[in-house]
């Protein structure tokens, strides 16, 4: 029988040689078990999310409302209602629409009516049961214009109707494909706002520390001395109708700025930070512990150009104009290439793309041999073209928000434009102030912008010749009677082959007469450890959609058998 006395009795024996030989052997024959014992495992067992972990999430804007009623542009509030409170349907994160409280959607033939059957056995926050009240309530508060919310002109003709505890149908004037977007509008409790009166609710404490049917529960908050809060506090909801979520605690921890939230990141004082900018993005890339996410928004930026101006107006310059923009560039060097080019408003994630419409490509001679058919042959003392027969020249001023990456665009589009003899005079203007100074009325000869068109694009207030006038978004001031009829189809039709053929056509007709510049779709950024999975997020409607399936995060595993 084999003892240690006999090993080693038998080891000092060896020379050195074979000594060195049996412990390779004996360290390969122990590596080899290790990696036996492990590859087996990995074959009858899988790494399952394990409960438990805690996101701190950096952010730098105060919530005031998180109340979906009241609540507008504020980022933090709508992050926090998107953990805290639900919709009747939701945003998958393919871009997809799917139901939420709603467990199925009837929508009748001529658009106008939608039939909504409710989940059962879904709990507030607080324990009360959610039904069919708080919807009707909900849109009811937004109707009525004593509480003041931004919603009422979306909702105020609309009508709705309890059919049952757990249905409601909303009646339509016009038939409009938008609505089923729009019932992912969070819903509130009746049974705590209905006893508030409107005057009181925007002092209410509930405010704050808000009741939901979300994954999320409000928890405690902490304010500094000047009374700025520093840190929200929330815990999973233990009931969640969809599943109990992994992760245990969420914290909001709130900065001055993005800057100092970015700190935080990189010292590991926070694990998701809202948002990062595109400079940011290359400090952080060799960073093993944290990881880059994007999401797909459906919005462009583009240059709108006034169809008043005698220069502008006319398509062939604008068509030299976009020949001679290095879009690429722009990607590269502003947006670090997380954009995607464009020559036509809506990119390839949505209904309406159409690839054969983004072919243009950059050529800046042929922009200048247009020009040159144009009759602008000559230059002044200038070096800016002009024509001989009326002596004008190829000359705009071009209006650009006061926002860092929108005046490296105007810079680069301005070298290009100056390179072919158009001289472009920039107007920077304070983002505050664009609409006041430039957007309603129109003041501007062209103008660097972004438009958002909706998960389900609607083109409608963009190019729509109803809205040339402020508040209308036609902010080129263009006109075409055919653009008019198919957007009015489009945004009545439930067929989504209709309506994709409808936008493809109004995106051939924009492409030809040229009131804009498609520039591109810039991803929108933000950063995680990569301890935290399962966010699996890539195409949204909004920023604080990155939340919609935080009930699948995870931030421990565990082994269990397949």
């Known amino acids: 029988m084999w003892s240690w006395t006999k090993i080693k009795t038998i080891y000092s024996k060896f020379s050195p040689k074979d000594r060195a030989i049996a412990i390779i052997c004996i360290f390969a024959l122990i590596i080899g078990i290790i990696w036996g014992i492990s590859s087996f495992i990995g074959a009858v067992t899988e790494l399952k999310p394990k409960p438990g972990g805690k996101i701190i999430y950096g952010t730098w804007e105060q919530p005031h409302f998180i109340n979906p009623v009241l609540s507008q542009n504020n980022e933090t509030d709508n992050d926090l209602m998107n953990?805290?409170?639900?919709?009747?349907?939701?945003?998958?994160?393919?871009?997809?629409?799917?139901?939420?409280?709603?467990?199925?959607?009837?929508?009748?033939?001529?658009?106008k009516t939608y039939e909504v059957i409710l989940k059962e056995n879904i709990l507030w926050h607080d324990g009360t049961p959610f039904t069919a009240d708080d919807v009707i309530f909900t849109i009811e508060a937004i109707q009525n214009a004593r509480y003041n919310s931004p919603w009422y002109n979306i909702w105020r003709d609309i009508k709705i109707e309890k059919i049952g505890d757990y249905m409601v149908r909303f009646y339509l004037n016009t038939p409009q494909?938008?609505?089923?977007?729009?019932?992912?509008?969070?819903?509130?409790?009746?049974?705590?706002?209905?006893?508030?009166?409107?005057?009181?609710?925007?002092?209410?404490?509930?405010?704050?520390?808000?009741?939901?049917?979300?994954?999320?529960?409000?928890?405690?908050?902490?304010?500094?001395?000047?009374?700025?809060?520093?840190?929200?506090?929330?815990?999973?909801?233990?009931?969640?109708?969809?599943h109990i979520p992994y992760i245990q605690n969420i914290t909001f921890s709130f900065y001055e700025t993005q800057d100092d939230a970015f700190e935080a990141l990189i010292q590991g004082k926070i694990n998701l930070i809202r948002e990062i900018s595109y400079y940011q993005k290359e400090l952080i890339k060799n960073k093993n512990k944290l990881i880059i996410k994007r999401i797909v928004l459906p919005r462009y930026y583009g240059v709108f150009f006034n169809q008043k101006h005698?220069?502008?107006?006319?398509?062939?310059?604008?068509?030299?104009?976009?020949?001679?923009?290095?879009?690429?560039?722009?990607?590269?060097?502003?947006?670090?290439?997380?954009?995607?080019?464009?020559?036509?408003?809506?990119?390839?994630?949505?209904?309406?793309?159409?690839?054969?419409?983004?072919?243009?490509?950059?050529?800046?001679?042929?922009?200048?041999?247009?020009?040159?058919?144009?009759?602008?042959?000559?230059?002044?003392?200038?070096?800016?073209?002009?024509?001989?027969?009326?002596n004008s020249s190829a000359e705009f001023t071009l209006t650009v928000p006061l926002v860092d990456e929108l005046m490296n665009v105007a810079n680069i589009a301005k070298q290009n434009w100056e390179a072919i003899g158009v001289k472009v005079?920039?107007?920077?203007?304070?983002?505050?102030?664009?609409?006041?100074?430039?957007?309603?009325?129109?003041?501007?000869?062209?103008?660097?912008?972004?438009?958002?068109?909706?998960?389900?694009?609607?083109?409608?207030?963009?190019?729509?010749?109803?809205?040339?006038?402020?508040?209308?978004?036609?902010?080129?001031?263009?006109?075409?009677?055919?653009?008019?009829?198919?957007?009015?189809?489009?945004?009545?039709?439930?067929?989504?082959?209709?309506?994709?053929?409808?936008?493809?056509?109004?995106?051939?007709?924009?492409?030809?007469?040229?009131?804009?510049?498609?520039?591109?779709?810039?991803?929108?950024?933000?950063?995680?450890?990569?301890?935290i999975k399962g966010n699996n997020i890539t195409t949204v409607n909004m920023p604080s959609n990155k939340f919609e399936n935080i009930e699948d995060w995870y931030i421990n595993t565990r082994r269990v058998l397949k």
């Open 310 to 390: 005698n220069l502008l107006s006319n398509k062939n310059v604008v068509k030299a104009l976009e020949l001679s923009l290095d879009k690429q560039k722009i990607i590269d060097t502003v947006f670090y290439q997380e954009a995607e080019l464009l020559n036509a408003p809506i990119s390839k994630n949505f209904i309406g793309h159409s690839q054969s419409l983004n072919q243009l490509s950059y050529n800046p001679e042929e922009a200048k041999n247009i020009l040159k058919n144009l009759g602008f042959e000559d230059y002044n003392n200038d070096k800016i073209l002009e024509k001989k027969d009326n």
């Open 177 to 242: 494909n938008q609505f089923l977007q729009h019932l992912s509008f969070k819903i509130m409790p009746a049974h705590i706002w209905a006893n508030i009166s409107p005057t009181q609710w925007p002092l209410t404490d509930y405010n704050l520390k808000a009741i939901g049917t979300g994954p999320y529960c409000y928890e405690k908050l902490e304010k500094s001395k000047e009374g700025s809060i520093i840190a929200y506090h929330l815990k999973k909801n233990p009931k969640y109708f969809k």
């Open 425 to 531: 005079n920039i107007n920077p203007v304070s983002l505050q102030n664009i609409y006041q100074d430039s957007l309603k009325l129109r003041n501007y000869d062209a103008i660097i912008f972004g438009e958002a068109y909706g998960i389900i694009p609607n083109l409608f207030y963009f190019w729509h010749s109803s809205q040339i006038t402020a508040p209308g978004l036609n902010i080129s001031m263009y006109s075409n009677s055919e653009i008019d009829k198919l957007l009015e189809q489009s945004s009545q039709t439930q067929s989504q082959e209709t309506l994709e053929q409808n936008l493809i056509k109004i995106q051939e007709l924009l492409t030809r007469d040229k009131p804009a510049i498609f520039l591109c779709n810039p991803y929108f950024l933000y950063a995680q450890s990569y301890k």
């Open 83 to 111: 953990l805290i409170y639900d919709g009747l349907i939701a945003i998958d994160q393919r871009g997809k629409i799917i139901n939420d409280l709603a467990s199925e959607i009837n929508i009748s033939k001529d658009g």
